[in-house]
């Protein structure tokens, strides 16, 4: 147990000061190839750590074993490489990051915040429409709780999902570089899951302790994991973890502002039309193009597009039309 709070206050001291230069991360998962959306979230962490001298790291995001892809992880990194991305350092891959994980799960039961929930998505999502049609359980618009007594009862753990309850920590609030306000508040933020049903530990637990241990000091993702931070800026907290700097990117849709058609979404992207892809990614981000950009060299379209860098510009809009 004194490994486990050691390693964790080391991830905080060794990240508690921003660094001179900023530390970002691309952390896609290993379920298929790179696609438009992926290509706009890597480029925009990368244009941000660059413009600003800094590192950029690859995290390689494979707990959900059943959902990987054989290969994908090769093929992911072939088309980085492709498009001229150089991440600094090692690669990162949670599967072989289990036992921080755990140490982080450890700590938070040692403070008497873990509990068992039996809760199902069904049980969840019946009491949410309870809540909008204005009876009681979850409240509209929360993120999914436990919605039962199961702090109170004593649940098999080999048929539930494992939470860690969120209360009485202090309310937070923080301003997204783009200027959109996070907020986590104790009393809508009741709980969450650090560890799945399935034994899969939780997306929310994994990327904070991850991010402190690296060192990451902006965040530059999706603006579809927005919603997510509030449950980060709580966990961080319940565990003594710094908090990076979050920007988050314009979420890409159809042109009638409906989610991309998911044939769309899974198309890969051709290292043979890497500039012109590129090209692409840096409208979609209201980026400035070069001069004579078709005629650019991927070299020459990255030294324009790094010095150029506008996160303001990127973020204007919160939705992009593909």
């Known amino acids: 147990m004194n490994d486990a709070k050691s390693s964790t206050a080391t991830a905080t001291t060794a990240t508690a000061k921003q660094p001179l230069a900023p530390v970002g991360r691309f952390a896609p998962s290993p379920t298929g190839p790179l696609h438009l959306g992926s290509l706009v979230a890597a480029t925009g962490s990368y244009l941000d750590a660059r413009h600003g001298g800094g590192r950029w790291l690859l995290r390689i995001e494979d707990l959900d074993t059943a959902r990987n892809m054989p290969g994908a992880e090769a093929t992911i990194r072939a088309t980085l490489q492709s498009f001229g991305f150089r991440p600094d350092g090692a690669v990162l891959r949670q599967s072989e990051r289990l036992p921080r994980y755990l140490s982080a799960i450890q700590i938070l039961a040692e403070a008497g915040r873990v509990f068992h929930c039996g809760c199902s998505r069904r049980d969840i999502a019946a009491a949410t429409a309870t809540a909008a049609g204005g009876g009681a359980g979850a409240r509209a618009g929360d993120e999914p709780r436990c919605v039962g007594r199961c702090r109170e009862r004593r649940i098999d753990p080999a ?164």
């Open 159 to 322: 048929q539930a999902a494992l939470r860690a309850s969120l209360e009485g920590l202090a309310p937070r609030c923080v301003q997204d570089r783009s200027g959109r306000e996070i907020r986590f508040n104790p009393e809508v933020h009741t709980d969450v899951v650090i560890r799945r049903r399935d034994g899969v530990i939780a997306y929310q637990l994994a990327v904070i302790v991850d991010d402190a241990e690296q060192g990451i000091s902006d965040v530059v993702r999706g603006g579809d994991l927005l919603p997510s931070t509030a449950w980060q800026l709580a966990l961080q907290q319940a565990l003594s973890l710094p908090t990076p700097r979050y920007l988050h990117l314009p979420v890409i849709t159809e042109p009638d502002g409906s989610k991309l058609a998911k044939s769309r979404r899974s198309l890969p992207l051709d290292p043979a039309t890497a500039t012109e892809s590129l090209c692409r990614a840096l409208t979609l981000l209201n980026q400035p193009l070069p001069p004579a950009s078709r005629q650019a060299t991927l070299e020459a379209l990255w030294d324009w597009a790094i010095a150029h860098w506008d996160p303001a510009a990127a973020t204007a809009r919160s939705t992009v039309s593909a």
